[in-house]
Every structure is written in structure tokens, then in C-alpha cells.
């Protein structure tokens, strides 16, 4: 896989700048935790919780708020001048959260995320239509993405290792001078990236098409002329996957780290459940890095192929979260989820490759935003559903096996939809 990086030199700038500044983000979104947990957690310990879900809400509807104006924007203005100006500004935030020093600036931090994630949206529309035009060969369309996804997870994995270690020895300040520094090293190797001028749209860029959302519709009617609305909608039915996000947490908390709560003092258990959450999404990160890889091994890589793709995926992401409701000791469930997020990113790669092979040039941004709307807002509304259902009944268990019940059905609804779908 790592071939079409070699093969590609405008893909390799693209993702390199990928690497640094995501290994930069989940280095400092461990430092943002931190910052929470002791600014906020000492003088409210009961409120900490609504602290931390504020943090994760500023992480997610930003992309659903903007995502329909940055994919018009990336259609309609130079890709790679999206791209370096969100590096340099997010720079800029960042290096803002460090004058972030005591419980009086925790508003200003909730500010300074929100600024961070909604530049990431315009980056990320961007990225999404200019990927295809760095890649020579149609047949290393999947290979990127693969490649992609893979680079996601590792360094989710790294940079969240790695900022748990930093913050243990360096003040939360050098962790945000560093993730700055990452985005000024990413802004340099897109500058010298060289892509295709977009071609012309179909009417001039007016704001007032843009606001009112005119933009975006043609986009939607430019997929269903391609018989791709189903592909798009792959991503949404995989909504249950935003409350497993959320029961990760817990089960680390109240299952994985609960036995020795009666023997350990209080901060020995909320070290374990640290471990045991980290230990949690670390599998959740190899999951998603060796899905694409064994599901075009299998499965191959064909129009067709991605199709049963998705509906596999859709499958071993049941099955892995159904064996992880009962599993007894954290091994099993780092195994569990692990297994279970092989087939969500499967199903994720798959989907983003049939619906890029499929969709105009002058069409992948805002179709990226289409996607990506539909995909923030299903994850959104399954996060709070699982949160209200645990916190109703109190049974990590009968809420898993619900968003469990919850993900068949819908995964059965899209397989049988996607049932004579011809891209």
C-alpha cells in the first residue's frame, strides 16, 4: 500500500501533512483533557463530566454547521490555498490555549476549540477534493484512501500515546507550542503541492447561493443522477457508531477499572480507568487501520466489490460490539473492538471510494459535505441516545445490546437498499 505513496509525489506531500498535523492534534487533544480535568475538576468535581462532554460537542458540530459551506468553498476557490490557511490559522488557535492557566479561562478554551475544529472542516473539505487529483492511476484511488484511513488510526493511536506521556513531564503550554509547530511543518510541504485548477462551475461563486444552500442541492442532485444517494447514506447507517464512542469511556470507568474500586483510593481508580479507556481506543485505532487492508484483500477492489464491502462491514461491527457487552476483562474487550471497528472503517473506506470514483471533479467538496453532514449529525443524535439510555437504566450491557439491536437494523436496511445499486 505504501507503493502509492512512492508512485505519487503530490499524494506523498498530502500525506505527510496529514501525519504531522494529526500526530499535532491528538497530542494536544490529550493536553485539552488535562487542561480540563484540572482547571475544571477540582472546584466542580460534580460538573466535570458536562465539561468534558462540552469539549467533545465542539468536536463535532462544527462539521455539521460548516460542512455544507466549506465543500461549495472548496469546489469554487484554489484547493491548496484552503489548505495552507487553515494549517497557519490553526497554528495560530493553538498556540492560543496557552494562555489558558486557570478555571477564569476554561470559557476561552471551549472558544479556541471550536475556532480549531471549525478551520479543520474547510481543511477537510478541501483534502477530499483534492486527493483524487494527486493520485496518477485510477487503480490507486482505493490504495490512498486505505492508506488514509490506516495513517488516521496510527496516529490516533501515537499521538495520543504519546501526548499521555508528555503531559506527565511538560506543562500543557509545550504540547500546544508543539501541535502549532506540526501545522507550520504541514503548511510547508502543501506549498510546494501542485494540483489542477478546479475546473469551472457551473455558475459563478455567489454568496448568496452559498447561504441559502443552493449550492449544496445542486451537489445532492449531481449524486442522484449518479445512482450514488445510497452510497452517500452508507455513513449515517452507521450512526450507532457515535454511541459506542461514548460507551467506550464508561466500560473503561465502571467495568475494566471497577473491581479494585472498593480496595484502591480514588486516584488509583481513575488512573486504571485512564489505562483502560486508552486501551479502549488504541484498539479502536488498530480496527480501523486494518480494516480497508482486509477488506480488499478479500474482497477485492471493483465497484461491486466495495458494495459487499460495505454490507460486511456493517456485519462485523455488530458482531464485535454484540461480544464486547459481555466481555469480562479488558483484553477481551480491546479484542472485541478492535474486531468491531475493522468493519466500521471498511465500510467507511468503501463507501468514500465508490462515491469518489463516481462524482464530477467539480463536485467532490461539496458531495464530502453532503456525506459528511449526514455522517456528524447520525453520530451526534446515537452519542446522546446512548448517554440517556445508560444513564436511564444504569446497564453498560442492555445499552450495548440496544445500539447493537440498533446497527443490525439499520445495516440490513442498506444492504437490502443497496440491493441492483450500479455505479
Request: proline share 4%; net charge positive; hydrophobic share 50%.
Given at each position: 500500500?505504501?507503493?502509492v505513496?512512492?508512485?505519487?509525489?503530490?499524494?506523498?506531500?498530502?500525506w505527510?501533512?496529514?501525519?504531522?498535523?494529526?500526530?499535532?492534534?491528538?497530542?494536544?487533544?490529550?493536553?485539552?483533557?488535562?487542561?480540563?480535568?484540572?482547571?475544571?475538576?477540582?472546584?466542580?468535581?460534580a460538573?466535570?463530566?458536562?465539561?468534558?462532554?462540552?469539549?467533545?460537542?465542539?468536536?463535532?458540530?462544527?462539521?455539521?454547521?460548516?460542512g455544507?459551506?466549506a465543500?461549495?468553498t472548496?469546489?469554487?476557490?484554489?484547493?491548496?490555498?484552503?489548505?495552507?490557511?487553515a494549517?497557519?490559522?490553526?497554528?495560530?488557535?493553538?498556540?492560543?490555549?496557552?494562555?489558558?492557566?486557570?478555571?477564569?479561562?476554561?470559557?476561552?478554551?471551549?472558544?479556541?476549540?471550536?475556532?480549531?475544529?471549525?478551520?479543520?472542516?474547510?481543511?477537510?473539505?478541501?483534502?477530499?477534493?483534492?486527493?483524487?487529483n494527486?493520485?496518477?492511476?485510477?487503480?490507486?484511488?482505493l490504495?490512498?484512501?486505505?492508506?488514509s484511513?490506516?495513517?488516521?488510526?496510527?496516529?490516533?493511536?501515537?499521538?495520543?500515546?504519546?501526548?499521555?506521556?508528555?503531559?506527565?513531564?511538560?506543562?500543557?503550554r509545550?504540547?500546544?507550542?508543539?501541535d502549532?509547530?506540526?501545522?507550520?511543518?504541514?503548511?510547508?510541504?502543501?506549498?510546494?503541492?501542485?494540483?489542477?485548477?478546479?475546473p469551472?462551475p457551473?455558475?459563478?461563486?455567489?454568496?448568496?447561493?452559498?447561504?441559502?444552500?443552493?449550492?449544496?442541492?445542486?451537489g445532492?442532485?449531481?449524486v442522484?443522477?449518479?445512482?450514488?444517494?445510497?452510497?452517500?447514506?452508507a455513513?449515517?447507517?452507521?450512526?450507532?457508531?457515535?454511541?459506542?464512542?461514548?460507551?467506550?469511556s464508561?466500560?473503561?470507568?465502571?467495568?475494566?477499572?471497577?473491581?479494585?474500586?472498593?480496595?484502591?483510593?480514588?486516584?488509583?481508580?481513575?488512573?486504571?480507568?485512564?489505562?483502560?479507556?486508552?486501551?479502549?481506543?488504541a484498539?479502536?485505532g488498530?480496527?480501523?487501520?486494518?480494516?480497508?487492508?482486509?477488506?480488499?484483500?478479500?474482497?477485492?477492489?471493483?465497484?461491486?466489490?466495495?458494495?459487499?464491502?460495505?454490507?460486511?462491514?456493517?456485519?462485523v461491527?455488530?458482531?464485535?460490539?454484540?461480544?464486547f457487552?459481555?466481555?469480562?476483562?479488558?483484553?477481551?474487550?480491546?479484542?472485541?473492538?478492535?474486531l468491531?471497528?475493522?468493519?466500521?472503517?471498511?465500510?467507511?473506506?468503501a463507501?468514500t471510494?465508490?462515491?469518489?470514483?463516481?462524482?464530477?471533479?467539480?463536485?467532490?467538496?461539496?458531495?464530502?459535505?453532503l456525506?459528511?453532514?449526514?455522517?456528524?449529525?447520525?453520530?451526534?443524535?446515537?452519542?446522546?441516545?446512548?448517554?440517556?439510555?445508560?444513564?436511564?437504566?444504569?446497564?453498560?450491557?442492555?445499552t450495548?445490546?440496544a445500539?447493537?439491536?440498533?446497527?443490525?437494523?439499520?445495516?440490513?436496511?442498506?444492504?437490502?437498499?443497496?440491493?441492483?445499486?450500479?455505479?
Open positions: 500500500m505504501l507503493a505513496v512512492r508512485r505519487n509525489p503530490a499524494f506523498r506531500r498530502l505527510l501533512a496529514q501525519v504531522v498535523s494529526q500526530a499535532g492534534d491528538w497530542m494536544s487533544h490529550v493536553a485539552v483533557l488535562g487542561l480540563i480535568a484540572s482547571l475544571g475538576g477540582a472546584a466542580q468535581a460538573g466535570v463530566g458536562l465539561l468534558f462532554a462540552g469539549e467533545l460537542a465542539l468536536r463535532l458540530l462544527p462539521a455539521a454547521a460548516l455544507p459551506f465543500g461549495p472548496a469546489d469554487r476557490l484554489p484547493r491548496r490555498a484552503i489548505l495552507i490557511a494549517d497557519v490559522l490553526r497554528g495560530l488557535v493553538v498556540l492560543g490555549l496557552i494562555l489558558v492557566r486557570e478555571p477564569a479561562h476554561l470559557p476561552w478554551l471551549y472558544v479556541l476549540v471550536g475556532a480549531q475544529m471549525s478551520l479543520g472542516v474547510f481543511f477537510d473539505a478541501a483534502r477530499a477534493g483534492a486527493l483524487p494527486t493520485i496518477a492511476s485510477r487503480d490507486d484511488l490504495d490512498a484512501y486505505a492508506l484511513a490506516a495513517t488516521w488510526s496510527l496516529m490516533l493511536s501515537v499521538g495520543a500515546l504519546t501526548g499521555g506521556v508528555l503531559v506527565r513531564f511538560l506543562e500543557p509545550w504540547i500546544f507550542t508543539l502549532a509547530v506540526t501545522y507550520g511543518v504541514s503548511a510547508l510541504l502543501l506549498l510546494r503541492l501542485r494540483l489542477p485548477p478546479n469551472p457551473e455558475e459563478p461563486f455567489r454568496w448568496r447561493e452559498l447561504l441559502l444552500f443552493r449550492d449544496l442541492r445542486r445532492l442532485d449531481h442522484r443522477s449518479r445512482n450514488l444517494g445510497r452510497v452517500l447514506l455513513k449515517m447507517f452507521w450512526g450507532p457508531g457515535g454511541g459506542f464512542l461514548v460507551l467506550l464508561l466500560y473503561g470507568r465502571d467495568r475494566f477499572a471497577g473491581a479494585g474500586a472498593d480496595a484502591a483510593g480514588a486516584l488509583e481508580q481513575a488512573a486504571e480507568a485512564g489505562f483502560a479507556t486508552g486501551v479502549l481506543y484498539a479502536r488498530v480496527g480501523t487501520g486494518i480494516g480497508p487492508i482486509v477488506a480488499r484483500r478479500l474482497l477485492g477492489t471493483t465497484e461491486p466489490a466495495l458494495v459487499r464491502q460495505i454490507r460486511a462491514g456493517f456485519a461491527a455488530a458482531a464485535g460490539y454484540g461480544l457487552a459481555f466481555c469480562p476483562t479488558l483484553s477481551l474487550g480491546a479484542a472485541a473492538v478492535a468491531a471497528h475493522t468493519g466500521g472503517s471498511a465500510l467507511w473506506v463507501s471510494t465508490l462515491w469518489q470514483r463516481g462524482v464530477d471533479d467539480s463536485f467532490r467538496g461539496r458531495t464530502h459535505a456525506e459528511f453532514l449526514g455522517a456528524t449529525l447520525a453520530f451526534s443524535t446515537f452519542g446522546g441516545f446512548a448517554a440517556l439510555l445508560y444513564d436511564g437504566t444504569g446497564s453498560l450491557t442492555g450495548t445490546l445500539l447493537v439491536g440498533l446497527l443490525a437494523v439499520s445495516g440490513s436496511i442498506w444492504t437490502l437498499r443497496s440491493r441492483g445499486l450500479r455505479t
